[in-house]
Structures are given as structure tokens and as C-alpha cells.
């Protein structure tokens, strides 16, 4: 008898709905109970698994595959996770098929999709409630935060994330302030030859912009891909005091290759790869660890935090944000040196 007076309380329990306004400005009814949920792009799905990873029923993409390093810090479960595909990276290869099989409660969009209006016409004829987010700058994070706490119930512990991610955006801004005067050139490489780049008001480099580093590439993004091309004599003329790169074998190649010698940054060894453990920390996909990254950002270019310091910071974000209690040779292993 009980577990039929369970059962039906659970069922009207999950017929039960309320309305909410998602960061587009839209009504959207959903589910009371909510424990099913896939997000279109990596943004999203990983802010969801640092709030409780349980919800997240695909993947966007084979996470070993991915601009990403290290998958075996994260939950197995959530590696093992089937592959639904996104509308991230200019295209859709969602596999809708796949997502309807998973009967998801909701489905989160993020603003930035390429395709979301596609997607959100294909929600709505499937009965998914889809829910649009503002993921777009580092600034947006902390709101992001307490808006997927509200909608999945997860309240306390979106408020812890958001409250950190206030005050590590407030402290970075503080020593962008100090060091206003100082503030460098800073080259993003991209490629395997470090001959692409974002231009200056590309969300690509929003992490690097705000911890204050100065893009030379003044331009206007032909796509929300990026990634626009240039020549090694445009680096040179850009002579930045800073590089910062995606790809470990152009790190590994530039310091022996005459050409970019000439290179403020390469003659003084400032050329520094962006971590990527366990997700990318400035981009691509631009996540939640855009929190670490503008402070690793400041501490390369400022010294502040200084290395102890960071590493302290290092600790706490992953065991807060990851569960997960870096020693110091994963530190090591994660910051790398060039």
C-alpha cells in the first residue's frame, strides 16, 4: 500500500508545473521536479555538473576528445555518458533522436547557440521545455549561477558557486585597477602555428580582456567561430609583450623558431599555454573555469596572486567548484612550464 501511495505522489509530483522567465525574457512552464536535463553546449552542461552532475542525461561531444585534458578527474558517470552532440562550434550536430530517447525535463540553451532558434522550434514540437541562458561574458556567471540554482532546485548550492564567482570576478577587477598603467599586449595564438587569432571584441578573448590585456588585432569577428587569420609579419608587428596559446605544439615550437625571435614576448620568455584541466580555462568552450582563468590570467601578467597564492586558489576552486583535491604534482602537472 505505501509504495502505491509512493508512486502516485510521485506521479502528480511530476505533472505538477510552474512558470518561470528564463534570461531571454521568455515564459517557459516547467516541471515542479525537475532530475533530467541536457544542455545544448558545453557551457552549459558543465556549469550543471560543478551544481550536481546526476541531472545531466548526454554529452555534447566525447569529452577525450574534446579541448579539454585529464577526463579521468571527473565523475565516471558522467563520462559515460551517452553523446547527443550540440549546437556549439558554428553548426548542429544534435542528434535529436538520441535527446528524445533520453526524456530529458528540460533543455538548456545557451544564447550564444548557432542554432537556437532552430532548436528551440524543435523543443517546443517535442513537448521539451527549452530554457535560454546568458552565458556570454565571465560577468554573466554569477547570475547564471543562481538562475540554473532556481530552476532545478539546487538553490544552496548554486549561491555557494555564484558567491564565489562574485568575489573572484570583484578581485580580479581590483588588480586590473592597480595595475592600470601596466597593463600588456597580449597576443592570443591559435593553431598549431599560433597564426590565429580573435579580434579585440571577440567573446573568444572576454577572459583575457577583462584581466586587463590589451589585444592588438583590432578587427570585427566575421563569425562566432573565430579563430580569424594572420600572418607571422602581423605578429611581429604587433611585437605583444605576451602570448598567450591554445596549442601545446606551437608553445613547444616557437622558442627554436628564428622567425618570431624578434618578438618581445618570445626574447623574454613570456609565452604561456592556456590549462585545460579538467575543461579549458579561458575558452573554447568559454565555461565556468573562466573563474580560475582570469585569475591565472592576472597572475601571469601581474604576479597577483602571486604563485603561492594561486596555487591555494588552485586547491580551492577544484575541491569547490570539481570536488576534487589537487596535490601538488597534479598543480604542477595542470600549470605546466614553457
Known amino acids: 500500500m505505501k509504495k502505491i501511495v509512493w508512486v502516485l505522489l510521485c506521479l502528480l509530483l511530476s505533472l505538477s508545473a510552474r512558470e518561470i522567465v528564463d534570461m531571454g525574457g521568455k515564459k517557459v512552464e516547467i516541471p515542479d521536479v525537475i532530475t533530467k536535463v541536457f544542455g545544448t553546449s558545453p557551457p552549459s552542461t558543465y556549469m550543471i555538473y560543478t551544481i550536481d552532475s546526476s541531472l545531466i542525461v548526454g554529452l555534447n561531444f566525447n569529452h577525450a576528445r574534446g579541448n579539454n585534458e585529464s577526463s579521468n578527474m571527473l565523475d565516471p558517470r558522467f563520462m559515460a555518458l551517452p553523446v547527443v552532440g ?16 533520453l526524456h530529458p525535463d528540460i533543455v538548456f540553451l545557451w544564447n550564444n547557440d548557432a542554432s537556437s532558434q532552430l532548436a528551440q522550434y524543435l523543443f517546443e514540437s517535442s513537448k521539451i521545455p527549452s530554457i535560454d541562458v546568458d552565458l556570454e561574458s565571465v560577468e554573466s556567471l554569477p547570475k547564471a549561477y543562481l538562475f540554473f540554482g532556481e530552476v532545478l532546485g539546487k538553490e ?3 549561491k555557494i558557486l555564484s558567491d564565489y564567482a562574485t568575489k573572484a570576478l570583484e578581485k580580479t577587477k581590483e588588480v586590473v585597477k592597480t595595475n592600470a598603467a601596466k597593463r600588456p599586449v597580449v597576443y592570443y595564438a591559435e593553431g598549431a602555428d599560433g597564426l590565429a587569432t580573435e579580434c579585440d571584441q571577440s567573446f573568444h578573448y572576454e577572459a583575457i580582456k577583462f584581466a586587463g590585456g590589451i589585444n592588438p588585432h583590432l578587427c570585427t569577428t566575421k563569425s562566432g567561430m573565430g579563430m580569424e587569420k594572420v600572418s607571422l609579419e602581423q605578429v611581429i608587428l604587433y611585437n605583444p609583450d605576451v602570448i598567450v596559446a591554445q596549442e601545446r605544439e606551437f608553445v613547444e615550437k616557437v622558442k627554436s623558431d628564428a622567425r618570431w625571435n624578434s618578438i618581445k614576448a618570445v626574447r623574454e620568455g613570456k609565452i604561456f599555454l592556456v590549462p585545460k584541466v579538467p575543461f579549458n580555462w579561458i575558452d573554447r568552450p568559454p565555461s565556468f573555469m573562466r573563474l580560475l582563468g582570469v585569475r591565472w590570467l592576472t597572475h601571469i601578467l601581474y604576479n597577483t596572486p602571486n604563485s603561492e597564492q ?3 586558489e588552485m586547491r580551492e576552486f577544484y575541491k569547490l567548484f570539481l570536488n576534487i583535491n589537487l596535490n601538488d604534482t597534479q598543480i604542477n602537472s595542470i600549470l605546466g612550464t614553457v
Do not use: C
Not at 550540440?86 to 530517447?101: A, F, I
Open 86 to 101: 550540440g549546437l556549439q562550434g558554428g553548426g548542429n550536430s544534435m542528434n535529436r533522436e538520441t535527446l528524445l530517447s
Open 156 to 158: 544552496q548550492r548554486a
Open 310 to 312: 594561486f596555487t591555494q
